[in-house]
């Protein structure tokens, strides 16, 4: 399969604390998205790399992308109770250029 | 603008029936498409349209699934006869374009006994 992985599947950390989750890939892309979504609604997308570039920042978020390693990690600092979801990467390969969701990252913060 | 709409918001029918989704992009956006999510299986893109025009359909899991856009302001999923192992979440999304920002609906969750 063409799409991302992410990882852990699962990941629980204090409120507070920092969550870093991971995304690798198997082939060359364009763009690397990461979408967050919480239990019962759809999908919001939080911040798009492109294959040029290596670091974004938004807000409490951080995204880096090594496309030597064919990975790139989301950092939420600061962790919230609201921060509790599910974390998607989605990566639109080369060449056929279609957009492919991995499985997700389910991040709890407990209080 | 409101956001992407989809309808119903939850669907419980028998198996053989004919299902039929709705979607409403938001205004301006090219792009729609179609996903289904399963915990089994994630979220799995079953078609796209740019400008009304499907342009991968690749996703779509057999020919009882049929997708159409008769404008720019409206989408549906079909599923005739409908099973089982069709129940799921199904989410449309719209984007201006290809690669950038997607913008999900709700969804709508399918389940068929």
């Known amino acids: 399969s063409q799409q991302g992985e992410e990882d852990p599947q699962a990941l629980s950390i204090q409120e507070g604390e920092n969550a870093t989750m991971n995304c690798s890939y198997k082939t060359s892309i364009n763009n690397l998205q990461w979408y967050r979504q919480n239990s019962g609604r759809g999908l919001v997308h939080l911040i798009l790399i492109r294959s040029n570039e290596r670091e974004k920042h938004s807000g409490r978020l951080r995204v880096t992308l090594d496309t030597s390693k064919k990975s790139s990690s989301l950092l939420i600092t600061a962790s919230r109770a609201a921060d509790t979801a599910s974390y998607f990467c989605?990566?639109?390969?080369?060449?056929?250029?279609?957009?492919?969701f991995g499985k997700g990252t389910r991040l709890h913060i407990l209080p | 603008d409101a956001g992407v709409i989809q309808s119903p918001r939850h669907e419980v029918t028998e198996m053989g029936q004919e299902v039929t989704l709705r979607c409403k992009p938001i205004?301006?956006?090219?792009?729609l498409f179609w996903y289904r999510q399963t915990m089994m299986r994630g979220l799995e893109l079953l078609i796209y349209f740019n400008n009304n025009v499907p342009i991968d359909d690749s996703g779509m899991p057999e020919d009882r699934f049929s997708a159409k856009m008769p404008n720019a302001s409206f989408s549906t999923l079909k599923i005739q006869p409908s099973e089982p192992r069709d129940s799921a979440v199904y989410f449309c999304?719209?984007?201006?374009?290809?690669?950038?920002?997607?913008?999900f609906g709700p969804g709508t969750r399918l389940t068929v006994l």
């Open positions: 205004s301006g956006h090219d792009y």
């Open positions: 999304a719209s984007s201006l374009t290809e690669y950038n920002e997607q913008f």
């Open positions: 989605a990566t639109d390969y080369r060449p056929d250029d279609k957009i492919i």
